[in-house]
């Protein structure tokens, strides 16, 4: 019982040192001794260290449906403006069809969208005014969103239900997700897909993060100094912190993790470009963004 409390205390420390990191403001020995007076010390704080994404291998197993359900019943527990709840998730229970909409496959997929089209019909069936539409109502609808489907996510791992959050959705043909759901073209807009489900193995390290400066700013914006820059290109370079995707910087002798994401990764598809994008003029029919942005 005594070496399970070690155990804990010691994962714990692990697991609560970004916490640290928070307080302390810079990496060091003295950030991760703090940390354990800030481990995690209840099974909500437990979910969240332990979550991490699995990438495409989810086992054939089913999630039962009554687990489904919890998940989504939590999900809308999450914090929205005016409570108006300004989204929609489909379920998507068909991996064929999934893999079409968000090019991932699992058991069952959750597709967020925001969504005012509920509102509306509500506020028409009472005969009532309600013109939603602009970019203010986009980004509060947005955050609604985001938050209700990291939610689901946070109830997932508590259920044992392994995820991967997916923007899949806005790759190449955008507009199949509309058609292959049946989503209305205005005011409605696919967010963030959530593919559910088992996941085939364990990944053999979950993720690092940033946790100091230039992410956390304590009381004022903080702009990074040539010391705290030449610290995060480190940390990304450490292979200990495992803040990098992967390690096939080092094999194709670059100096720096950060060489491969702007040079290799990032420039694959974030080009400038002159041109509409789809995106642009998938948000300017959904009715979000005004016409002549
Ligand atoms: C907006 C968003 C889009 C993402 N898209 C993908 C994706 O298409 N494929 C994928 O494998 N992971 C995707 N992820 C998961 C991230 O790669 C993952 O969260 C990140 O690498 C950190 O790893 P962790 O979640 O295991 O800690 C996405 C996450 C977010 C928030």
């Not at 309600?130 to 946070?154: H, I, R, W």
Request: glycine share 8%; with cysteine.
């Amino acid at each position: 019982m005594r070496r399970d409390r070690r155990a804990f205390v010691r994962r714990g420390a692990l697991l609560g040192g970004s916490l640290a990191l928070l307080r302390a403001g810079t990496a060091g020995a003295s950030a991760l001794s703090d940390a354990k007076a800030v481990a995690p010390a209840n099974t909500a704080l437990e979910t969240i260290h332990q979550l991490r994404t699995t990438h495409g291998n989810f086992a054939d197993k089913q999630v039962p449906e009554d687990v489904l359900q919890q998940i989504l019943q939590a999900s809308v527990r999450a914090a929205n403006a005016s409570n108006m709840q300004s989204y929609s998730i489909v379920v998507v229970r068909d991996p064929a069809l999934m893999k079409q909409v968000c090019t991932y496959a699992g058991p069952r997929m959750l597709l967020y969208c925001v969504d005012h089209n509920r509102l509306k019909a509500t506020a028409e069936h009472l005969k009532l005014p309600y013109a939603p539409g602009n970019a203010e109502d986009f980004v509060t609808s947005c955050v609604n969103t985001a938050l209700a489907a990291q939610t689901a996510v946070v109830a997932s791992r508590a259920l044992g239900v392994d995820s991967l959050v997916t923007n899949g959705i806005h790759r190449g043909d955008m507009e199949r997700v509309w058609r292959l759901l049946e989503l209305p073209e205005t005011l409605c807009f696919p967010l963030i897909a959530v593919v559910l489900g088992y996941a085939t193995e364990e990944a053999p390290q979950r993720k690092g993060r940033l946790s100091g400066a230039g992410v956390v700013h304590d009381g004022k914006y903080h702009r990074l100094t040539k010391d705290e820059l030449d610290g995060l290109v480190r940390q990304y370079d450490d292979p200990a912190a495992h803040l990098g995707l992967n390690d096939s910087w080092r094999s194709e002798g670059r100096q720096h993790y950060l060489e491969w994401l702007f040079g290799s990764w990032l420039s694959r598809s974030a080009k400038p470009t002159t041109t509409e994008t789809q995106m642009l003029r998938l948000l300017k029919r959904s009715g979000f963004i005004e016409p002549n942005a």
